[in-house]
């Protein structure tokens, strides 16, 4: 392979920001959809196919239908920074896209074609010989458009525009598609490997969790223990406490703090916790509760201290995947207030459900 652009090549990043930035305080924006799956930069040269990480790390092989399907519709040589993303319906679906990354290749034949992947292209890093990432993205963006013209699923060219008021508005509808936003691009910068450049914003909504236990952090020791993590529940409409996420950015002092401020807390046996009964499993749970294996954990300490589901705390967090947080929830603060048995998954804001064919084709 001999490109103008060459692997490893780390992609442009952003920066949160909260709400839809004015385009004319960066000398003009570009709005795009902020896609919820794996960032890949995709090198063709001729009859290979390079796919790589965020990382810089090999997915080649663990997609091979989306290779298949740039080895035909891709230009003969070429360079694009996009998404890879595995659809179910008519929404993202984040889990069956981890679920690729398997060892087996009969287990990544077989996801091939029972969960295919797809490719959204949002920009174009080289072209025959050229390289193009010291030009503007507004020139890189023309040329994409034109090099894709009449491309087909499963590549995609994503959405694009430099209103901010339609861009607000695909933040707020969108998210039903799985979505996880809108990204900001300044359209004179030019292509900025593992920069800050661009500008993203995504959803955040609070909700009342319950406190159900904690991770020790990986430094912890007997003599100076550290919380790693807070574990969240919620109550489902049956009265069981399910497993939502953690929340896990804290100092180091605070984590010394909380070790000890949740001791009275602690259970007494493991048994008579909500999660008790899944303490023996051998493998991962539908609703992942803690404790439990599965082959993306293996060899990894999953123990947790179990606490006496009492205590309420407030978390901010951007958008659920199916009754979990998608992300680590941010610690807000502790609701003394609230009763643990009235934290359930109805106070969760719902998103405006929307047809993901119709984000990808570009139509309303």
Known sequence: MRLPVMPPVQPMLAKSVKGIPDPTKFGGLAFEPKWDGFRCIVFRDGDEVELASRNTKPLTRYFPEVVAAMLEGLPHRCVLDGELFVAVGDRLEFERLQERIHPADSRVRML?????????????????????????????????????????????????????????????????????????????????????????????????????????????????????????????????????????????????????????????????????????????????????QSRWSAGKDLSFVPLRPERVLEVGYDHMEGSRFRHTAQFKRWRPDRDPHSCGYEQLEEPVSYDLAAVLGGQD
């Not at 995504?202 to 909700?207: G, L």
């Open 112 to 292: 091939a074609e029972a969960t295919p992947a797809g490719f959204v292209a949002f920009d174009l890093l080289a072209l025959g010989d050229e390289s193009l990432m010291a030009e503007p993205f507004a020139v890189r963006r023309q040329r994409l458009e034109a090099a894709l013209d009449g491309v087909r699923p499963p590549l995609h060219l994503t959405r694009i525009t430099t209103d901010a008021a339609e861009a607000g508005d695909w933040f707020e509808r969108f998210e039903g598609a799985g979505l996880d936003g809108v990204v900001a691009k300044p359209m004179s910068a030019p292509y900025q490997p593992n920069t800050r450049t661009m500008l993203k914003i995504k959803h955040e909504r609070t909700a009342d969790v319950v406190l159900a236990g904690y991770r020790l952090h990986k430094t912890s020791t007997e003599a100076n223990p550290l919380l790693g993590s807070l574990l969240l529940g919620l109550y489902d409409d049956q009265g069981r406490l399910q497993h939502v996420g953690v929340s896990a950015s804290f100092t180091a002092k605070r984590r010394a703090e909380l070790v000890e401020e949740l001791q009275p807390l602690r259970a007494e046996e493991l048994s008579e916790h909500p999660w008790g009964e899944w303490s023996e499993w051998a493998v991962a749970n539908p609703d992942r509760v803690p404790g439990t």
